[in-house]
Structure formats: structure tokens, C-alpha cells
């Protein structure tokens, strides 16, 4: 029996969309079709029907699919050394975490494997802070509403939208909500209890909402007076996303924690909490810890993105933001079909009118079947999350197919 069954483990074996349905566990609703091969903007799939990708796999393939540059980078990396856990340190993770240092406020870095990760790590940092410099009553977490942190129970619990965290409970205690850019509540709210707050700078999955600039500054001003850790939830805005290398670097307001994933690896997993010096300090040996973050492969590919968002690069997400913005405002004049189109760099949200509220998801699926791949931020947003790099000639390609869509959204 156990031979016979081991022996099924080289049977050759056609996977199909409906073994999603039978093999994995269904918290993911995946498209119809298998992805099978990318290259730059363009992705295939098992039909060889072609798509253009304005979603990179929700803002996570920054550099496009196959980018030559980080297949050569990983593949000598690939023959030398994959893995030696944080027993021992590297040479890869070593360059990445200086040239993070040097291109930011932080002093000093801590990587894991994922956005959650890194967000935990900056919650428990920020607790651990608050402890050892004050006393257990200074605990108190605000995060806004809206706001997405992740999926572990801490992250989920601090993120501002309570439909991931029911019925998870109980939950971790001190965490409040406040309204986004709303200074009066915040003002309001803060005490001695509070210890950390954590925040977007474009809130991303709950609808691409950048921050009010002065809200921001004045958040800082206060964390500053009361010795609060600042928090700035970079896993979306990051890595060239908003043509900065981060976002706060338009508005020159520092954290004293940032966490980056998502676009740091360019499709490589990897999470980086980024922090000062008297931050850094609080987590010694045994206090946090990973197995495999910081390991060569993803550290290797991530310096590799990090040395391409150069100032070309990210003068050309500005480009495309505007062409982008261009091509929205034309197909809303002529369809009439988004009450707002807002975001940053190549972080777009366009809200539809109310009549199509709940439909979001439904044009995403109209514009794959047309040949564009888009996100949902909510269910009344569609995202547009392209490669920084994407080919203009495929920006203005996709708004075609993304016309066709449209139209068959309005018929319906
Ligand atoms: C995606 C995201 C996360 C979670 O990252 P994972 O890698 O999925 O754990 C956290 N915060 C923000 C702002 C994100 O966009």
C-alpha cells in the first residue's frame, strides 16, 4: 500500500482548472485559465491565448515576467548557494540590507518571507519598545479603517476591515480604528496608552486612497511628542510603485519602522521590516526570528530589482501614470462609468459609479476575456498595479481590450 502509493508520485499528470477545485483549499477563487508563461507586460495561458498584464500579480512583478536581468542574477546564484538559515549570515542578503540602508531613513533591516511577516515583525517590535521604555499600559496599537496589513491573526486583527478577521477570534487585544485623514479623531484619541501606529500611505486593497499630506505630517509631529513608533505599511506603495523608491520619500516625513515585500522581490518572495537604530536594538538574539528569511536566492533577486529603480526608471512610472490617468479619463467621457479615478505613480483606482457598485469584480472578469488582466481594490474599485516598465505600446493595447470590456459591462 505504501509502495503503491508513493509510486503515484511520478505518474505524469495535466493539471486543469477544475483541480484547484479539488485540490486546494478553497480561499482563493482563481480565474478560469492557467497562466503558463511571461515575458515583460504579456503572459500566456494554457491556450496560448496572450494577455496583457496591468496587475503583475497584485503590484508584485515590478520588473515584468522574465526580466533577463534577474533570471541571470538568480541563475548564478542558483548554482552557488540556495540556503543556509540565519545560523550563518550571506553574502547576497549582506548588499541588500546596505544599499536598503543607504537609499533610506532606516539604520538597520530585518527580512522574512512576506508582507504579513514583515508587518508582524514591526507590531511585536513596536510592542517590545514600548515595554522595555515604558510599562505595560503603553500598548495600545491604531491602525485605520480600511487599511490592510496581512492575513496572520495579528496583522488581520490590525488591519482596518473586520470581514478578515470574524469569527478568528479571540482576537489580539489594545487595537483600535480610526477614520483615514481624519486629524480631529485622531487628535483626539491619542493618550499615554498608545504605542504604535501603523499606516498606508495609499491605502491599496481597501481602494487606493492616498493620504492627505498634512494628516501625514501631523500623525508624525504627534508619534514624535509621545514617543509613539510610527509605522509606515510600505508592502504596496513600495519599490518604485508611486515613482518614488518609497512614498514617503515625496513628502520627506520618515517612520521609524517601514516594511516593504510585494515589489521587492519581483516575484520572489520577500519581506524587509526597515527601522532606526534604537528600534533595531529591542530585537536581540531569541527575540524574533525565520528560518529562511533573508536567504540568498530571494536576497539575490531583490538587490538585483533594487539596482534597476534607477531615476530613469522612476521618471518613467510618472509617464505612464499620466498616460494612464489619460487613457481612464477619455474611456469615462465617452462610458460614463467611474465617479473617481485617483492614485499614484503605477497605483491606479478607478471607482465606478454607484449604479455599478458590487461590480468590480465583473469588469475584471469582462477585460480577461477580452485579453487584459486588471485587479479589484473592494468591490466597487478596479486596480491598475502595471510592471514600472511596462511598453507604452502595451499600455495603449490593454485600453483597447479594456474599451471592449467596458462596453460589454454596460450592455449587461
Ligand atoms: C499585500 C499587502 C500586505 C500583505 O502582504 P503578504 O505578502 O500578502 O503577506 C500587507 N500590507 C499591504 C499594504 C499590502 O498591500
Same mark, same amino acid.
Given at each position: 500500500?505504501?509502495?503503491?502509493? #508513493? ?61 533577463? =536581468? #534577474? ?9 552557488? #548557494? ?264 503605477? #497605483? ?10 458590487? =461590480? ?53
Amino acid at each position: 500500500m505504501r509502495e503503491m502509493n #508513493l509510486r503515484r508520485n511520478k505518474v505524469f499528470f495535466q493539471p486543469k482548472r477544475e483541480d484547484f477545485d479539488k485540490y486546494i483549499v478553497p480561499c482563493f477563487s482563481p480565474a478560469p485559465f492557467i497562466l503558463v508563461k511571461g515575458r515583460g507586460s504579456r503572459l500566456w495561458d494554457q491556450e496560448n491565448k496572450e494577455y496583457i498584464d496591468f496587475a503583475s500579480g497584485i503590484a508584485v512583478t515590478s520588473l515584468g515576467h522574465s526580466n533577463v =536581468k #534577474l533570471i541571470n542574477a538568480l541563475n548564478t546564484q542558483l548554482n552557488k #548557494l540556495w540556503h543556509v538559515s540565519n545560523i550563518y549570515t550571506n553574502e547576497p542578503v549582506l548588499k541588500l540590507a546596505k544599499k536598503l540602508v543607504e537609499l533610506t531613513f532606516a539604520d538597520k533591516v530585518f527580512f522574512c518571507n512576506s508582507g504579513a511577516e514583515a508587518n508582524e515583525a514591526a507590531l511585536k517590535l513596536a510592542r517590545k519598545y514600548a515595554n522595555e521604555y515604558y510599562d505595560k499600559t503603553k500598548n495600545e496599537i491604531i491602525a485605520f479603517e480600511n487599511s490592510f496589513h496581512g492575513r496572520t491573526l495579528f496583522t488581520v486583527t490590525v488591519g482596518g476591515q473586520s470581514k478578515y478577521s470574524d469569527n478568528f477570534g479571540p482576537l489580539p487585544p489594545a487595537i483600535t480604528h480610526l477614520p483615514y485623514n481624519d486629524l480631529k479623531t485622531f487628535e483626539q484619541h491619542i493618550s499615554s496608552k498608545t504605542c504604535a501606529v501603523i499606516v498606508e500611505l495609499i491605502i491599496g486593497e481597501g481602494g487606493v486612497i492616498p493620504i492627505d499630506p498634512f494628516f501625514l505630517e501631523q500623525v508624525r509631529k504627534i508619534c514624535t511628542n509621545y514617543d509613539i513608533t510610527l509605522i509606515f505599511d510600505e508592502i504596496q506603495t513600495g519599490m518604485g510603485r508611486t515613482g518614488y523608491l518609497y512614498a514617503y520619500q515625496e513628502y520627506n516625513i520618515v517612520p521609524d519602522i517601514l516594511t516593504s515585500a510585494k515589489g521587492l522581490g519581483g516575484g520572489f518572495p520577500i519581506g524587509a521590516m526597515l527601522t532606526k537604530e534604537k528600534w533595531a536594538q529591542i530585537f536581540q538574539p531569541g527575540t524574533h526570528g525565520t528560518t529562511f528569511g533573508g536567504n540568498l536566492l530571494a536576497a539575490t533577486v531583490a538587490e538585483t530589482v533594487l539596482s534597476q529603480l534607477d531615476y530613469e526608471m522612476l521618471s518613467g512610472v510618472l509617464q505612464r501614470h499620466d498616460i494612464i490617468m489619460n487613457e481612464l479619463i477619455k474611456l469615462n467621457k465617452k462610458y460614463n462609468i467611474f465617479q473617481i479615478i485617483r492614485g499614484k505613480g503605477l #497605483l491606479i483606482g478607478a471607482q465606478l459609479s454607484s449604479i455599478y457598485y458590487g =461590480k468590480a469584480k465583473k469588469l475584471t472578469q469582462l477585460a480577461s476575456e477580452e485579453g487584459l488582466l486588471i485587479l479589484i481594490a473592494g468591490s466597487n474599485v478596479v486596480r491598475f498595479t502595471p510592471a514600472l516598465n511596462i511598453p507604452l505600446d502595451d499600455i495603449y493595447e490593454g485600453f483597447q481590450y479594456f474599451e471592449q470590456a467596458i462596453i460589454r459591462f454596460k450592455d449587461k
